[in-house]
């Protein structure tokens, strides 16, 4: 199985600055064939189930602010926030779909300095 | 708009079975990918299940040999038994829709808690 790990489990960051979190898989989900990376970051807000942001490692989903990105290739990826709305509290995860079974991180929590 | 309605959760003895449905509008469950993920109390997500288009099904290690996932198309509604529950399977259940035929999860329903508790 491919082991999703992701840091920190925690952040603290002021309104309006950058927040970073960072997945990990334990084997690169890059398929060759079609240079595409089977990772997606999914946001979920207290009560509430989660919400797609990003798929194909750094595809918005429809809807979702351009202040979400996604980057990284292989084995290494990074959800960034280029600038911290009080809406955007919430836990986050990322999620490989190179094959089954598909695993999550174990989740990143963001909270306000 | 896509809806998914997800019913069926209740409080069950260790050793019982459940049928969770998810009832999908806006969309046509035999083509995506559906899947079932779970989140118990307080936790991560954890993929359960998932039914391709052409009716594929795959399980996580957990469930194998316990859970079996199936849909209707008549009734454009996907299922999931459960059988030989236990504590471990206490968990709010998700129905999810695939990005067509890939594995990312576009849509949500709002869950159903399923408690297995004695």
């Known amino acids: 199985d491919i082991v999703m790990t992701q840091s920190p489990d925690s952040l603290a960051v002021s309104l309006g600055e950058r927040a970073t979190i960072n997945c990990k898989s334990s084997?690169?989900?890059?398929?060759?064939?079609?240079?595409?990376?089977?990772l997606a970051w999914y946001q979920q807000k207290p009560g509430q189930p989660p919400k797609l942001l990003i798929y194909?490692?750094?595809t918005r989903d429809s809807g979702v602010p351009d202040r979400f990105s996604g980057s990284g290739s292989g084995t290494d990826f990074t959800l960034t926030i280029s600038s911290l709305q009080a809406e955007d509290v919430a836990v986050y995860y990322c999620q490989q779909y190179y094959n089954t079974p598909y695993t999550f991180g174990q989740g990143t929590r963001l909270e306000i300095k | 708009e896509v809806q998914l309605v997800e019913t069926g959760g209740a409080l069950i003895q260790p050793g019982g079975s459940l049928r969770l449905s998810c009832a999908a509008s806006g969309l046509t469950v035999s083509n995506y990918y559906m899947s079932w993920v779970r989140q118990a109390p307080g936790k991560g997500l954890e993929w359960v299940s998932v039914?391709?288009?052409?009716?594929?099904?795959y399980y996580a290690d957990s469930v194998t040999g316990r859970f079996t996932i199936s849909r209707d198309n008549s009734k454009n509604t996907l299922y999931l038994h459960m059988n030989s529950l236990g504590a471990d399977d206490t968990a709010v259940y998700y129905c999810?829709?695939?990005?067509?035929?890939?594995?990312?999860?576009?849509?949500w329903g709002r869950g159903t808690l399923v408690t297995v508790s004695s």
């Open positions: 194909w490692a750094s």
């Open positions: 039914i391709y288009t052409g009716g594929a099904t």
């Open positions: 084997q690169s989900v890059l398929y060759s064939s079609n240079n595409r990376n089977y």
């Open positions: 999810t829709r695939g990005g067509g035929t890939s594995s990312w999860w576009g849509s």
